[in-house]
Structure formats: C-alpha cells, structure tokens
C-alpha cells in the first residue's frame, strides 16, 4: 500500500525546521563528544580513577543501545510527537542529573539515563521524516541532517574544551540540559504529529515485536554485515575515551585546545562517509567494506610499531586516530545499509536491531580500553589492532553466507517480475 503524504508536506523542509530536526537528530554525539574535554577535571573532583571516568561513557552507549529498541514500538504505538517530546525532557533531566552528581555512581546513573532519553533523537526524527516524505525528499533531508549532525560533532568538543577552561566541568552537562529544554520547547512548538491514529498500531504488541526481533536474530547474514562495522566503531570509542587523558594528562595540551584536536578526527570520519558513498558505486559492497577494513588493519599495525618506537607525542595520538575514523566510516554506513536490506518488511526492527549491537559492542570497546589507559599509546593501538583484525576475520569467515544470501536475491529478482501484480496496486 502506497503512503499517502498531506498536501501541507511540501512546505516540511524549511530551513528553520531543518535546523530543528538537525539538533534534536545530533542529541546523542552532543552527549559523547561534548564532555570528552572534561575527563580529567571529572576524574579529579570525584577522586576516581581514569577507568571509572570513561565507564560514563560506556554506559551512556549502553543506555542509548536499550533506547533504541525501545523508541521505535512505543511510537508506532503512540505516536511519534508525545514520545519525541518526552525523550527530550528526559535527556535534560538527565542532564542536570549530572551536573549536580555529587559522586561517581549517581554521575553514572545519570548518564545511562541521559544515554537512553538521547535514543529518542536519531531514531524518531528519522521515523517522522520519513512518514511526512517521500522517499526521495526524505533521503534528501537526513542526507542534509546527517552532514549538519557530523559539522555538529565537530564543533561540540571545541566549545566543551573552551566552556572547561572557563568554569567547572557541570557546566557542560547544564548546558546540554538546557539545549534540551530549548528543543523540547521548539519541537512542541513547530513539529506536529506524523503518525495518524489509523496507521498505529491496536495494541503495542510487544509478543509480535519480541518475533520480529528473534527472526532478524536468527539470520546468520545479518551479522555478517553488522559485527565487522561493529568492531570497527569500537576503536572509535576506544580512541574517544583515551585521547583526552593522553592529550591533556601526558602531553599537556589545554583544555580548550583538545576539541580542535578532535575535530580533525571527526573531520576523517565526514571524509570517509563521503568517500564510501562513491566507492560504493564504482567498486560495489563488498570491496568498499574490504578496502575500509584493510585499511584499518594496516594502519593499526603501524601505528602499534611505531608506539613501539617512537616517544609519545601528538602525531602519535592522532595519525592514528584520523586513520581509524576514516577506515570505520568507509565500512558503517556500506554495511549498515546491507544489514538493514535484508529485512525490507521489518526494516525498521532492522535498522534497531543493528543499532542495538552497534552501540553495545562499541560500549565493549570503551570498557575495555579504559582499562588499557596508560603514559604511552601501545595499549590503544594493540587494542586496535585486535579489534581491526577481528572484524577482518568475521568478514572474511562469513564470505559464504553472503554468497548464499546474494544468488537467493538474484533468484527472487528473476522470479518476481513473472507474478502477477496484486489487486488494486
């Protein structure tokens, strides 16, 4: 059944909503990469160690994974509207949760709560967009979100470094909490629901859910294409969690200079999403993830000899660092997209589902490298390294699963045009 769009969703797209959806759609790499500055003035005030510092931010991975799969069912039940909203009075609550944290286990708590209300963004923006457009004009506007979202990113630490310099680190989460009671405030204001009640569903449905969930589960080709980009994500947290104690601890480098530094990494990442989108057309699936994963493998490698080699220094930290965002985003969004494919009745359960592993195995990768945290940089780019060759492994051992899965589409290509058309389409 075709989707019928109102005739007021011409108009959808203006530049002020854009702006809107862009924000609310870049809540979560505002609630990773804007605190990452304050690592050390954190890890002072509660008297804690490197490691428990960075479990913040594996548990607001943790939270934002469990968000995920839960956003999606709840909207399709109620709405998009009233479960936006209250995800994004959550994430301030949570938010001045953690400025007014007076030990690291309420801190903690806090940020998986704030990881969880923070699911909300990505997930319904795209779910509204996507009920109000067409699929042309919506692959175009979350095209135009996600390269305002990525220039977010870039941008978020800069200012968190600078805000750090001049005042204590709860005064980063403060301000996240009142950006999200400004977007809650405007999304109440200029975002109407996209969900009409005839196309909810009767009940939530959570028997039916739990089946879609288990029949993706249980396919072996959807984690051929989700584990490898999953690894990859990993050392991009690994990185996230390290550098900042690396940069600002052993080599000295202000706070407020620690977001330019990242920046050139979130800069790779823009690059390499880019750069995939073309590989894609002239090279094909598969050799666009194989390139992105050689890549990392190699430049893993040589950063694990140099650290070997050579003192700590900058370029040390974050050669490395560009190389490895530029490989992961070569391979995630290639990877993603294949996953999801596979499920075209269920692509959103899809889409949740490989979000959920995502995140959780990428919250892994942080956990485990806070605990490779160190004066030099060869436990990060040994954990790298393991990490790379990992995913290269998973890749390679699942070559025949999606052989199998490609001749069956193949065949379902041939055989489909032969059936007659159903009626009324």
Do not use: K
Request: aromatic residues 8%; glycine residues 10%; proline residues 6%.
């Amino acid at each position: 059944m075709s989707r019928a769009h109102p005739a007021g969703d011409a108009a959808f797209a203006t530049p002020w909503r854009v702006l809107l959806l862009a924000l609310v759609f870049a809540i979560v790499a505002i609630g990773t990469d804007m605190y990452l500055p304050a690592f050390p003035a954190i890890r002072g005030a509660f008297g804690v160690t490197p490691q428990q510092v960075q479990l913040s931010l594996s548990v607001f991975l943790y939270g934002n994974a469990l968000g995920q799969l839960v956003y999606g069912p709840l909207s399709d039940r109620h709405g998009r509207r009233p479960v936006l909203l209250g995800g994004l009075a959550a994430y301030a609550v949570a938010s001045f949760g953690c400025a007014a944290a007076t030990d690291i286990d309420a801190f903690l708590f806090c940020r998986a709560l704030q990881g969880a209300a923070a699911a909300g963004g990505p997930v319904l923006v795209r779910a509204l967009i996507n009920d109000r457009l067409d699929r042309v004009r919506a692959a175009h506007m979350l095209a135009l979100l996600t390269a305002v979202m990525a220039f977010t990113a870039m941008l978020t630490p800069i200012a968190g470094g600078w805000l750090v310099g001049l005042g204590s680190w709860q005064i980063l989460f403060v301000c996240m909490g009142v950006l999200g009671l400004a977007l809650l405030a405007c999304t109440a204001l200029a975002v109407g629901e996209s969900l009409p009640p005839v196309r909810r569903l009767a009940t939530l449905g959570a028997a039916e859910v739990l089946h879609g969930y288990l029949e993706i589960a249980r396919r072996p080709a959807f984690w051929c294409y989700v584990v490898p980009p999953a690894m990859m994500f990993a050392t991009v947290f690994a990185y996230v969690g390290a550098n900042s104690f690396l940069i600002i601890e052993q080599l000295g480098v202000a706070e407020r200079h620690h977001g330019g530094i990242y920046a050139l990494s979130a800069g790779a990442f823009v690059a390499g999403s880019l750069t995939s989108t073309r590989l894609v057309l002239h090279a094909g699936i598969e050799r666009a993830i194989v390139t992105g994963l050689a890549l990392g493998c190699t430049a893993a490698a040589l950063a694990c000899g140099a650290s070997w080699l050579l003192p700590l220094s900058l370029p040390l930290v974050v050669l490395p660092a560009i190389a490895t965002f530029f490989a992961t985003a070569l391979v995630m969004p290639v990877a993603a997209a294949s996953a999801v494919s596979l499920f075209p009745h269920r692509a959103g359960s899809a889409s949740a589902v490989a979000g959920f592993a995502q995140v959780s195995i990428a919250g892994l990768g942080t956990a485990a490298a806070a605990w490779l945290v160190d004066d030099d940089t060869r436990p990060l780019h040994a954990f790298t390294l393991a990490c790379c060759v990992a995913a290269a492994t998973v890749w390679r051992a699942g070559a025949r699963i999606r052989a199998r899965e490609s001749v069956a589409a193949d065949a379902l290509a041939v055989t489909a045009p032969s059936r007659p058309p159903a009626p009324g389409r």
